[in-house]
Every structure is written in C-alpha cells, then in structure tokens.
C-alpha cells in the first residue's frame, strides 16, 4: 500500500502562487510514476503534471510554463509549485502514484483563485 497526503491548498488571488505538498509513504518501492490531477468544479479529474521515475516531467497544455513538478525522494515528498495562478485553476488537486498494476490517490486539497 502506498498512502500519499497532500497539503499546501488555499486561497489565493489571481497572479499569486502557491506549492503543494504530497507527502508519500509506505511501500514505495516500485512506484513508477507519480503526479499531480485535479477536479475543477463540474469537470472531470485532468491530470496537471507527471514525473515518470527517472524521465522528464510533462504537463498540461495549461500550466506548462506555470507549474513545476519536483520531488524530494529524502523526504519522500512530491511538489507541485503553481505560479501565475488564474480562475481556471480553481480545483481540488490531487497527489498520484502509479505502481504495476494499480494507482494510488490522496484525498485532495482545494485551492481557489480569486479575480
């Protein structure tokens, strides 16, 4: 079992920044990729940004240039640095893990942008 917690949510205003926090444990030996999604209200989950175990990150089309994935594997901690936030980016973010054969999902934190 893999148990990721995130934090780090809030409200912010438009053009403000915020980093999120996902905090990773238990068996993580073998996760292969992990990463950040998020719900906007009245939409499906989208994934935000991806860090494939060694590879290079990918984003979305819509915070490429914004966002940042980074990890900190002595701390077992996934970072999700978001600047020039917007409206649009209003969701509840989730931390991700995938080993073989099964994800892993945190419970969310919310973040609001206010204009």
């Known amino acids: 079992q893999v148990q990721l917690v995130e934090s780090g949510g809030g409200l912010v205003q438009a053009g403000g920044s915020l980093r999120l926090s996902c905090a990773v444990s238990?068996?993580?030996?073998?996760?292969?990729?992990m990463g950040w999604y998020r719900q906007c209200p009245g939409k499906q989950r989208e994934l935000v940004a991806l860090?494939?175990?060694?590879?290079?990150?990918n984003y979305a089309d819509s915070v490429q240039g914004r966002f940042t994935i980074s990890t900190d594997n002595a701390k077992n901690t996934v970072y999700l640095q978001m600047n020039s936030l917007k409206p649009g980016d209003t969701a509840v973010y989730y931390c991700?893990?995938?080993?073989?054969?099964?994800?892993?999902w945190g419970k969310g934190t919310l973040v609001t942008v206010s204009s």
């Open positions: 991700y893990a995938r080993k073989v054969g099964r994800d892993y």
């Open positions: 238990g068996s993580i030996f073998s996760i292969y990729n």
């Open positions: 860090m494939p175990n060694g590879g290079r990150p």
